[in-house]
């Protein structure tokens, strides 16, 4: 399965749809000195079916493609059916490309949640931020969370007979009732059903729930906790998050942001279970978002408590993942004169732990210095806090006046992977412009974060 999940990564597929229907599964190009080049397989050409079985995305493909033994068959230019026999080491590549990644159009949200943060965006911002992705696929490949409203039994199945595993699931609570009304989808709580087939058949899941005051906290979050507990080991973490409220909700259901006391009843809820569960199965399967912890201006758990960070991209264990590592990298290395002045800007949540490492760094290296800058989310308004929300425009205001030293280091969140963008499609470069210095986007590990500190 290992080598099943590489082989995903190291190609790109395509498919031509009209109107959400199936038409059919063009090859774009062929390598040239591939197996398929050599069976006479060329640009144009139409894909049907591998080994009898029909083709109809990138699961398909690549799950039947591992096999050894191949028979395909496709159509060429003409319209002719023809067939190819392939002998090959297994999971070995035969040289096919296709258009696209998903080898068809990505499977958008029907839910309307109450707490969508999409729903929340204003408008202006660029097309692609509005799409609410809800693919399955692509919780298996990339990590994303999925509802389960937009799967049919024979995705399910295919998901049982493929082993894919493991699928991440926005679950929000276990009660079927309470999960149609905040999902506003009449499918939203049968198809809780899918967790108990999943877990049934071997298939492994990492779970959240985004909580809502009032909604789905409280005796709900005890009952989903317990439920979830049930199916454990296939259910291998779950992960409790507030949700994100932006200036932007008028019209929309009205909803308490969490305060110091709220999140401290999440936190003492989530804490108590996961200590009587640790005790049975020596794990704490359920975490709070470390957000809970700062809104309820409680330390955070070392990196013990987060066992092996399996929700670390939800929040969870974030701040005690990058102290840890930094602070065992800054005991590795000898203290030392540098001349060198920086700017660290980050969102304000995380302001405190990064002020705390700066400073740890001004006291161990003579002459270094490091001016650490709380960006305020101005665009989406001050209760969203986290960096990876802070757009281009609210950086370059709020650090245009500053002496920033030698260069600004910037969370890599922040920035859209691809080209390097903020959420308000300011550039990277652009920022760089406007306020005459480097920025350079680091990641949350902390022996990373030291060496560019220190200019390394």
Same mark, same amino acid.
């Given at each position: 399965?290992?080598?099943?999940?590489?082989?995903?990564?190291?190609?790109?597929?395509?498919?031509?749809?009209?109107?959400?229907?199936?038409?059919?599964?063009?090859?774009?190009?062929?390598?040239?000195?591939?197996?398929?080049?050599?069976? !006479?397989?060329?640009? !144009?050409?139409?894909?049907?079916?591998?080994?009898?079985?029909?083709?109809?995305?990138?699961?398909?493909?690549?799950?039947?493609?591992?096999?050894?033994?191949?028979?395909?068959?496709?159509?060429?230019?003409?319209?002719?059916?023809?067939?190819?026999?392939?002998?090959?080491?297994?999971?070995?590549?035969?040289?096919?490309?296709?258009?696209?990644?998903?080898?068809?159009?990505?499977? *958008?949200?029907?839910?309307?949640?109450?707490?969508?943060?999409?729903?929340?965006?204003?408008? !202006?911002?660029?097309? +692609?931020?509005?799409?609410?992705?809800?693919? +399955?696929?692509?919780?298996?490949?990339?990590?994303?969370? $999925?509802?389960?409203?937009?799967?049919? =039994? %024979?995705?399910?199945?295919?998901?049982?007979?493929?082993?894919?595993?493991?699928?991440?699931?926005?679950?929000?609570? &276990?009660?079927?009732?309470?999960?149609?009304? &905040?999902?506003?989808? @009449?499918?939203?709580?049968? +198809?809780?059903?899918?967790?108990?087939?999943?877990?049934?058949?071997?298939?492994?899941?990492?779970?959240?729930?985004?909580?809502?005051? #009032?909604?789905?906290?409280?005796?709900?979050?005890?009952? +989903?906790?317990?439920?979830?507990?049930?199916?454990? @080991?296939?259910?291998?973490?779950?992960?409790?998050?507030?949700?994100?409220?932006?200036?932007?909700?008028?019209?929309?259901?009205?909803?308490?942001?969490?305060?110091?006391?709220?999140? !401290?009843?999440?936190?003492?809820? $989530?804490?108590?279970?996961?200590?009587?569960?640790?005790?049975?199965? %020596?794990?704490?399967?359920?975490?709070?978002?470390?957000?809970?912890?700062?809104?309820?201006?409680?330390?955070?758990?070392?990196?013990?408590?987060?066992?092996?960070? *399996?929700?670390?991209?939800?929040?969870?264990?974030?701040?005690?993942?990058?102290? *840890?590592?930094?602070?065992?990298?800054?005991?590795?290395?000898?203290?030392?004169?540098?001349?060198?002045?920086?700017?660290?800007?980050?969102?304000?949540?995380?302001?405190?732990?990064?002020?705390?490492?700066?400073?740890?760094?001004?006291?161990?290296? =003579?002459?270094?210095?490091?001016?650490?800058?709380?960006?305020?989310?101005?665009?989406?308004?001050?209760?969203?806090?986290?960096? #990876?929300?802070?757009?281009?425009?609210?950086? $370059?205001?709020?650090?245009?006046?500053?002496?920033? #030293?030698?260069?600004?280091?910037?969370?890599? *969140?922040?920035?859209?992977?691809?080209?390097?963008?903020?959420?308000?499609?300011?550039?990277? =470069?652009?920022?760089?412009?406007?306020?005459?210095?480097?920025?350079?986007?680091?990641?949350?590990?902390?022996?990373?974060?030291?060496?560019?500190?220190? #200019?390394?």
């Amino acid at each position: 399965m290992e080598k099943f999940i590489l082989c995903l990564f190291s190609l790109f597929w395509g498919i031509y749809l009209k109107g959400g229907i199936l038409l059919a599964v063009k090859i774009l190009d062929v390598t040239k000195g591939s197996i398929a080049d050599k069976k !006479g397989i060329k640009a !144009g050409f139409v894909l049907n079916k591998i080994n009898s079985h029909e083709i109809t995305d990138i699961l398909d493909y690549q799950f039947y493609l591992s096999e050894k033994k191949l028979k395909i068959e496709f159509q060429d230019e003409n319209g002719k059916t023809k067939k190819a026999r392939i002998k090959k080491p297994e999971y070995e590549d035969i040289g096919l490309q296709f258009e696209t990644y998903l080898m068809d159009k990505q499977h *958008s949200c029907k839910n309307k949640c109450i707490f969508c943060f999409i729903d929340q965006l204003p408008d !202006g911002m660029r097309e +692609s931020l509005y799409f609410k992705d809800d693919d +399955s696929r692509l919780s298996f490949f990339f990590g994303n969370y $999925i509802t389960l409203t937009n799967l049919s =039994e %024979h995705d399910v199945d295919r998901i049982i007979e493929m082993h894919i595993s493991p699928v991440n699931i926005s679950v929000h609570t &276990m009660n079927p009732e309470l999960r149609v009304e &905040m999902m506003a989808n @009449p499918n939203a709580g049968k +198809s809780l059903d899918i967790i108990y087939k999943l877990a049934k058949n071997g298939i492994k899941m990492n779970t959240q729930l985004v909580l809502c005051h #009032g909604i789905n906290d409280g005796d709900e979050l005890k009952y +989903s906790i317990e439920k979830l507990s049930e199916l454990y @080991p296939a259910v291998q973490s779950v992960a409790a998050v507030p949700f994100g409220m932006t200036k932007y909700r008028e019209g929309l259901k009205k909803i308490e942001p969490y305060n110091s006391v709220t999140s !401290g009843e999440v936190i003492d809820i $989530i804490e108590s279970f996961g200590d009587e569960f640790f005790k049975k199965h %020596h794990t704490r399967l359920v975490y709070p978002a470390d957000e809970f912890y700062l809104k309820a201006d409680r330390e955070i758990p070392d990196e013990a408590f987060y066992e092996d960070f *399996s929700q670390l991209e939800n929040g969870v264990g974030m701040w005690a993942y990058l102290k *840890s590592a930094f602070y065992r990298n800054l005991k590795a290395v000898d203290g030392r004169e540098i001349k060198r002045k920086i700017t660290i800007a980050t969102g304000t949540a995380a302001y405190p732990l990064l002020k705390e490492l700066a400073d740890a760094v001004e006291d161990k290296f =003579e002459g270094f210095k490091a001016n650490v800058v709380a960006i305020k989310n101005n665009f989406f308004g001050e209760t969203i806090n986290v960096s #990876g929300l802070v757009t281009g425009r609210d950086l $370059i205001e709020q650090l245009k006046n500053l002496d920033l #030293g030698d260069e600004v280091l910037v969370p890599s *969140s922040m920035l859209r992977y691809e080209d390097n963008t903020f959420l308000d499609d300011v550039t990277l =470069e652009q920022a760089e412009k406007e306020l005459n210095i480097k920025i350079s986007p680091v990641s949350n590990e902390g022996g990373e974060l030291l060496d560019c500190m220190l #200019g390394e």
